[in-house]
């Protein structure tokens, strides 16, 4: 229910004082409420809950988090996958 | 696609799962809030990924399973009405009532609907204006904002045959009568990542102070969970209890503003009786007396009729925590998705849904966990 999907805007326009924009998710699009959400432009990813945007994603800490993520699946790999040092 | 795919990496997802297995130097218990998040947990194996002393108990955070049994019969005795159009989400149609569901109420006739989102319902009413059509609203925070929409643009234009039977839940209040609950075995809290979006997460601070209990704001991807868990394991061990945000690419603090502001102005909360839990002190969002033109609950007088569940279904201990599905002896063969005796075995979110659907044949062989 609280299901929510990152997609990412193709158009945006004003309907009847309503931001509405197409979202694309992958290989659909579909038309998605962007009000909650002013500060999201053509080409950001946002997060999309019953055809209403409730997010803009923040490609930075996305980026940092990720990396973060990241190092420590490398890491792991280096180790191999039994790493029972204790 | 983007900002999921790498959040299913499975490198990096054994890589927190082998962080978490270092750190831990005894048992907790560990609650994911959100339905979404235990449907992810049982799809990708992440609970048998976890050291032994790891326990993941299953919230109350999936509304079509804590929708009272009163407000479905409500809804089923409004869609039986002539020339009422019923339109709700899909998992609401196969929830059992006391006497029968939404499902059967269609197959005898009644006009009843499912919708994606509740723009659409507004799009059936101008479509059909000599029936009456009647949104069934449930859902947390992270829904409340859109449906709140709908009764606002609905009124802005005027449309005089659309309401809504409004039966929205909140997070905060269901975590502090778990935690207040005697027989309560919780530690430490996956939020509930969809609601922080819109709500931010100032509101859990008081639950930390009052609880000591960690909480953090948890994604709905793998490696998200499994990232949250190591940060509730790093809390518990070290002794901390505070909120943290693991979510960062979708939540920050004060949450989403221009949300909070349209559903501050279409709902104030209420009281509400949770299905499977019972009554829970301004836990719930009621439409305001300014917008009572659109309130199904105003509009369609209904008997309050005071309904039982089935005696077998273990439901109430599942939503909060206390009890598994694979302990119920009815799951998987007097209760299954088909024939549900409780409400979560209906919604893809519900906890003995998610059982049924990656674990009922690994239950069968071993005896569950």
């Given amino acids: 229910m609280c299901l929510a999907i990152p997609g990412k805007i193709l158009t945006a326009e004003d309907h009847n004082g309503i931001r509405i924009g197409r979202v694309q998710f992958g290989g659909i699009t579909r038309e ?34 990720y990396e973060l993520l990241e190092s420590m699946g490398l890491l792991q790999e280096e180790l191999g996958p039994e790493t029972d040092i204790s | 696609m983007k900002y999921i795919d790498e959040y299913r990496d499975g490198q990096i997802a054994r890589g927190l799962a082998a962080e978490i297995a270092r750190r831990v130097t005894r048992p907790w218990v560990l609650m994911e809030i959100c339905g979404g998040q235990t449907h992810t947990l049982m799809r990708f194996g992440i609970d048998e990924m976890l050291p032994a002393g790891i326990e993941m108990v299953h919230g109350p955070g999936c509304p079509v399973c804590v929708t009272s049994l009163e407000t479905i019969d409500k809804a089923i005795e409004i869609a039986s009405r002539p020339n009422v159009t019923l339109v709700s989400y899909g998992d609401m149609l196969r929830v059992p009532g006391s006497r029968t569901d939404l499902f059967h109420v269609r197959a005898n006739g009644g006009d009843v609907r499912i919708v994606y989102s509740p723009t659409e319902a507004l799009k059936i009413a101008r479509a059909n204006p000599e029936r009456h059509i009647v949104f069934f609203a449930v859902g947390f925070e992270t829904t409340a904002p859109a449906n709140a929409m709908a009764v606002w643009l609905a009124r802005r234009e005027g449309l005089k045959n659309f309401s809504m039977l409004a039966s929205h839940v909140l997070v905060p209040p269901a975590m502090r009568a778990l935690l207040s609950s005697p027989r309560n ?17 100032h509101e859990y601070d008081d639950l930390i102070r009052e609880f000591r209990v960690p909480i953090v704001v948890g994604g709905f991807e793998p490696v998200d969970l499994l ?9 518990l061990e070290q002794g901390r209890a505070e909120v943290e945000n693991q979510y960062v690419r979708s939540v920050c603090y004060e949450g989403n503003l221009p949300a909070q502001k349209i559903l501050a102005e279409v709902f104030e909360v209420c009281d509400r009786k949770w299905r499977g839990i019972g009554g829970i002190p301004e836990s719930g969002l009621n439409i305001r007396a300014e917008y009572a033109d659109f309130d199904a609950d ?6 309050n009729v005071t309904a039982e569940e089935s005696p077998e279904c273990i439901s109430a201990e599942v939503l909060q925590g206390l009890k598994k599905p694979v302990d119920c002896a009815a799951f998987a063969v007097r209760c299954t998705p088909e024939n549900p005796l409780g409400a979560p075995m209906v919604s893809s979110e519900g906890a003995c849904a998610a059982y049924y659907r990656y674990r009922r044949h690994a239950v069968a062989e071993h005896g569950g966990r």
């Fill in chain 2, 227 to 235: 990232e949250a868990i190591l940060m509730l394991v790093t809390q």
């Fill in chain 2, 185 to 201: 075995r919780v530690q430490g809290f996956i939020g509930p990542g969809h609601v922080c979006t819109v709500m931010g997460y």
């Fill in chain 1, 32 to 65: 998605t409420c962007l009000d909650f959400v002013p500060e999201a432009e053509v080409g950001d990813y946002v997060i999309v809950h019953v055809g209403f945007a409730i997010s803009r994603v923040d490609p930075e800490e996305a980026q940092k988090s």
């Fill in chain 2, 298 to 303: 105003k509009i369609f007088q209904t008997e």
